[in-house]
Nanobody
Framework: QVQLVESGGGLVQTGGSLRLSCAAS????????MGWYRQAAGKQREFVAR??????RPHYARSVRGRFTISGDNATVHLQMDSLQPEDTAIYYC??????????????????WGKGTLVTVSS
């Protein structure tokens, strides 16, 4: 019913920048928030940032605050990543808390995930 498609990953040197984008599509009724998680090799998936669509308020993990900026609207979210470090190397997943249309009332908000995009920061 809902698809999240990420783009913008790649290889960058330490101190460089990348911009990730994620577009949600499908039978969307309402979006509570969209954001990003990441998973490095051998580690658990961790929260990076999210954007609350109703308030426009961003939230960041402590490890990226001041370096990453999340923005977006209209079922799209972007993550501007500056001052990248090798420890930022991971697969980045887009996530959306989305209610979908149905034949009856809209469905409750549930989490949808993209397939991920790889970010590699070389030292």
């Amino acid at each position: 019913q809902v698809q999240l498609v990420e783009s913008g990953g790649g290889l960058v040197q330490t101190g460089g920048s990348l911009r990730l984008s994620c577009a949600a599509s499908g039978s969307i009724f309402s979006i509570n928030y969209m954001g990003w998680y990441r998973q490095a090799a051998g580690k658990q998936r961790e929260f990076v940032a999210r954007l609350d669509f109703s308030s426009g308020r961003p939230h960041y993990a402590r490890s990226v605050r001041g370096r990453f900026t999340i923005s977006g609207d209209n079922a799209t979210v972007h993550l501007q990543m500056d001052s990248l470090q090798p420890e930022d190397t991971a697969i980045y997943y887009c996530m959306g808390d989305i209610a979908t249309m149905s034949d009856g009332p809209p469905t409750p908000y549930i989490n949808y995930w993209g397939k991920g995009t790889l970010v590699t920061v070389s030292s």
